[in-house]
């Protein structure tokens, strides 16, 4: 079964920071872009950051750039989101979504490209 399970969200302070978890079982992790998304209340399901299949190139959103750092553990198939100084506006569903891609260094941050998602994991960040 093609499963990604995140973990690691929660409440945290203004400037705080948070390490995210996305667990990938069920494909080859190596053949996959996965990438990082959230979702605030009334808004649209935004791009955070992704990570290419073949050379692992990263893609951050101008939003978290010099903020956060996505991560993967080819050993335990997961993929990190390390995120720091947090903000009130990061507040969201943080979800980690994968793209075939084999051999290839794809990349997107478009969530519409992505066909495997995760349940999302809540990130809270108090002012």
């Known amino acids: 079964e093609v499963q990604l399970v995140e973990s690691g969200g929660g409440l945290v302070q203004t400037g705080g920071s948070l390490r995210l978890s996305c667990a990938v079982s069920?494909?080859?992790?190596?053949?996959?872009?996965i990438g990082w998304f959230r979702q605030a209340p009334g808004k649209e399901r935004e791009g955070v950051t992704c990570?290419?299949?073949?050379?692992?190139?990263?893609y951050y959103a101008d939003s978290v750039e010099g903020r956060s750092t996505i991560s993967s553990d080819n050993a335990k198939n997961r993929v990190y989101l390390e995120m720091n100084n947090l903000k009130p506006e990061d507040t969201a569903v943080y979800y980690c979504?994968?793209?075939?891609?084999?051999?290839?260094?794809?990349?997107?941050?478009?969530?519409?490209?992505?066909?495997?998602w995760g349940q999302g994991t809540q990130v809270t960040v108090s002012s």
């Open positions: 990570i290419s299949s073949s050379d692992r190139r990263r």
């Open positions: 979504a994968a793209h075939y891609s084999p051999g290839s260094s794809w990349s997107s941050l478009d969530p519409r490209m992505y066909n495997v």
């Open positions: 069920g494909f080859n992790f190596n053949d996959y872009t």
